[in-house]
Nanobody, 123 residues
Framework: VQLQASGGGSVQAGGSLRLSCANS????????IGWFRQAPGKEREFVAA????????SYSASVKGRFTISRDRSKNTVYLQMDSLKFEDTAVYYC?????????????????WGQGTQVTVSS
């Protein structure tokens, strides 16, 4: 599993961004995928997760109703649509793959990490 996160940028509060997490390995991923974020001076925190087939999803309370996670298995890519962005969403966002088909927010079960993409929301 080789993950590449992209789509970050700068946006005003209330705006939207879509992050992508592409698995560049040749085999289709049967791994659960999670998005995490880390703001300066803070610990890495769970944002959203999706099962290998997209049937199960979960979100942190702080993003539920504003963010949507989805995956396109034909493209080996997982997306994080972020709407109604707030200043406090500013962070480096990482995608990760779990050794399980669905891992939810359990960060310890994620074995493969992408390089991170910066999201900056101005108020």
């Amino acid at each position: 599993v080789q993950l590449q996160a992209s789509g970050g940028g700068s946006v005003q509060a209330g705006g939207s961004l879509r992050l992508s997490c592409a698995n560049s390995s040749r085999t289709s991923s049967n791994n659960g995928i999670g998005w995490f974020r880390q703001a300066p001076g803070k610990e890495r925190e769970f944002v959203a997760a999706i099962s290998w087939n997209g049937a199960s999803t979960s979100y942190s309370a702080s993003v539920k109703g504003r963010f949507t996670i989805s995956r396109d298995r034909s493209k080996n890519t997982v997306y994080l649509q972020m709407d109604s962005l707030k200043f406090e969403d500013t962070a480096v966002y990482y995608c990760a793959a779990s050794r399980f088909a669905y891992a939810g927010e359990s960060i310890s079960t994620y074995n493969y990490w992408g390089q991170g993409t910066q999201v900056t929301v101005s108020s």
